[in-house]
């Protein structure tokens, strides 16, 4: 049963536009990440909020920005995007910060032409 | 830093056989945990296991900590069971923050 929901689930746009990718979790849960999967499905992960609070931030770009309103909501944007953004962008949830016991959205599948 | 490593890389089966995933990583595992991940890109937790056996199912795993490993035993295997496989580990001062290793992509025939 899918707890996590993100959109668009895909997006095709062009270098130097902006993208945003929305995320929400209904499992009450405090703590929300963004990872990223590259072309090799090499998993990475980009930040992590808790409870609206920035706790984990990557070595990634200062094009990408995430943004929450609350604990259930995380975005992430992308100003000016480039070639090498072309990537799944999954969110996912915890109930906690020391609790690695992830659920993760079904993605955001970005091209970048 | 941790580092995680898969192998094989991809695995091609019949249907009934059983498959043996390993995963080997660089430091003392807090909360191993395996994942799959469908054709279609959803990531979902089979399990965590530390150390020692688990059983969920059809799905079998062993972690050897001291030996920096584990092992995904999948028995009598679907072609539903087709898709990635992933190892992770959380950093030791952040359990959410996962490192992956890169996948066994699994591919069952009927």
């Known amino acids: 049963e899918t707890a996590v929901f993100q959109t668009p689930n895909y997006h095709v746009t062009q270098v130097g536009n902006e993208v945003s990718f929305n995320c929400k979790q209904t499992l009450g849960h405090d703590t929300m990440y963004w990872y990223k999967q590259d072309s090799k499905k090499l998993l990475k992960i980009m930040f992590s909020?808790?409870?609206?609070?920035?706790?984990v931030n990557e070595t990634v770009p200062r094009r990408f920005s995430p943004q929450s309103s609350d604990k259930a909501h995380l975005n992430l944007r992308i100003k000016s995007v480039e070639p090498e953004d072309s990537a799944v962008y999954l969110c996912?949830?915890?109930?906690?910060?020391?609790?690695?016991?992830?659920?993760f959205g079904e993605g955001s599948k970005l091209t970048v032409l | 830093g941790q580092q995680v490593q898969q192998s094989p890389a991809s695995l091609v089966l019949q249907e009934g056989e059983n498959a043996e995933l390993q995963c080997n990583f660089s430091s003392t595992a807090t909360q191993l945990q395996w994942f799959y991940q469908s054709p279609g890109g959803s990531l979902v937790s089979l399990l965590s296991?530390?150390?020692g056996t688990k059983h969920t199912g059809r799905l079998t795993s062993t972690t050897v900590t001291k030996e920096r490993r584990s092992s995904l035993h999948i028995s009598s295997s679907q072609t539903t069971d087709s898709g990635t496989y992933l190892c992770a580990l959380p950093m030791n001062y952040n359990q959410g923050k996962l490192i992956f290793g890169q996948g066994t992509k699994l591919s069952i025939k009927p």
């Open positions: 296991n530390p150390s």
């Open positions: 996912a949830s915890s109930p906690d910060r020391d609790t690695g016991q992830l659920y």
């Open positions: 909020y808790n409870n609206k609070q920035l706790i």
